[in-house]
């Protein structure tokens, strides 16, 4: 007889975000313990997901872990220079072969070391070596010899690397990195982000669910409501794009004469009848209170130089093309090449990229901004929250940077950052109300968070999907 099939709820089409049709979905994503047990089956085995830089293992014998949910990942940088990953466990009686501890606040973010030519387990000593085979079992005769080689090895997992950044799939059957990057990782290309290096990065463990988290930076549409002090520099208005599993972000307008080519990436004029002035103030603001990223410090001293060196009357448009003109100039001299960017790419570029299911990168053409969460425990009411800042430096000058743990406030993470906060453990308490009736996102400025939901239910057999309004 015929096992029944599974009912998978129906969901909404890309073709349906692409009209801005209006939707919602469950909450159950954000508040079901079950729900997050099921990510551990459905999602976090069969995905793409960032696990660090490659900058982390410099040399042969470097290795680190990486983990999420109940899984725990060893990253190995071989003699010859290849990646090996690894699932962190002897296929002997299951112990962990490097000990993890639990990531507790201001203490474990991951383990790491260097020089690697074997890993010995704790407990009984099988030793295996940087390709995960088999090389040492403590009495072998007593198995009476039947161990085979795939019995006895570790268990690999696939390992990728694009822009600087290094992928693991743990699903054998996974499409390849660039497949599941799609187009969104050919724009993000174009910007080199290997060619640039940690400024700083930080992570906390903060009281709400992964998604409650990632949302939080996946719009602009929130600024006017959260980030006040921003509106006194510019027009804040968006519009948000699904590319496949990805989504962009850009600066939009309702005013047609603020358009410009330029005003789709992380450059705007800011707001004000002098775009000499205003373009500098947006910069700097937004520089300063992001915790000193979003931006360079090379390209807010350019914009300080435009009120003196353009004359009056000059357009927007004018404006930002001189600034970048010249903040391009003054890197060049101090050893930090921009890349070239397509005409095409810059159709596309956006403002930020959320890359599915938990990576955020807010790019510039020397500068990145990047977001990662992670589930904490069986807890859906607690995430690993991640962020930390890329740039291009003059070689040699990259500082030296590890992470750190930072509890969530203005002095750690910068005025902005810290607004965010504030509302993210408060969403996580309000979709709890038994008088919230469920999301109603922008469907214009929010795509991508319905696309988010939209991409989870593809994986999750169905749950959370995303449904229509009826008009």
Known sequence: MNKPETFKPANITAQDMDQELLVTYPVEAFLSREYLEAEKTHLWPRIWQMVERES??????????????????????????????????????????????DMLPGKVHSVRGSNR????????????????????????????????????????????????????????????LKEWMGRAGEILGAYEMDKMSYKWRQWAIYPCNWKTAIEAFLEPYHVAGTHTQLLA????????KQY???????????????????????????????????????????YETINYSASTESLVNAASRLKDEL??????????????????????????????????????????????????????????????????????????????????????????????????????????????FSNMEFVQKGMKSSGFRGPLPNPHQEQKVINLHRNLAEFMQGRGAPSLLDA
Not at 401 to 410: C, F, I, L, N, Q
């Open 233 to 240: 520099y510019g027009d804040y208005y968006a519009l948000s």
């Open 56 to 101: 982390d293992l410099p040399n042969p014998g470097d290795w680190l872990t990486y983990n999420v949910a109940d899984e725990s990942i060893v990253v190995l940088r071989k003699d010859d220079g290849t990646l090996k990953a690894f699932h962190n466990v002897c296929p002997h009686r299951g112990r962990q072969l490097v000990s993890v501890p």
């Open 117 to 176: 030519k074997s890993f010995v387990c704790g407990f009984h000593g099988w030793t295996f070596d940087s390709d995960g085979n088999n090389t040492f079992i403590l009495d072998p005769q007593d198995w009476d010899n039947r161990l085979t080689p795939e019995m006895t090895c570790l268990s690999e997992v696939k390992v990728d690397t694009w822009n600087g950044f290094i992928y693991i799939n743990m699903d054998p059957d996974a499409v390849s």
């Open 244 to 286: 496949g599993l990805h989504s962009v972000s850009s600066y939009d307008t309702r005013d047609d004469k603020f358009k410009m080519n330029e005003s789709a990436g992380t450059t705007r004029a800011g707001k004000g009848d002098d775009p000499r002035v205003s373009t500098y103030e947006l910069i700097r603001e937004n």
């Open 311 to 420: 004359p009056e009357g000059v357009s927007p448009q004018e404006c930002i093309a001189y600034w970048l003109k010249i903040a391009k100039e003054a890197d060049a001299e101090r050893g930090v090449t921009w890349p070239e960017i397509p005409e095409d790419v810059m159709k596309e570029t956006g403002l930020a990229w959320g890359l599915f299911p938990n990576q955020n990168i807010l790019h510039g053409p020397t500068f990145a901004l990047c977001y990662r969460v992670r589930p904490y425990g069986d807890d859906p009411n607690k995430c690993i929250f991640e962020s930390y800042a890329l740039e291009r430096f003059p070689e040699g000058e990259a500082p030296e940077t590890e992470w750190v743990y930072a509890d969530p406030t203005g002095e750690n993470w910068g005025s902005v950052l810290a607004q965010d």
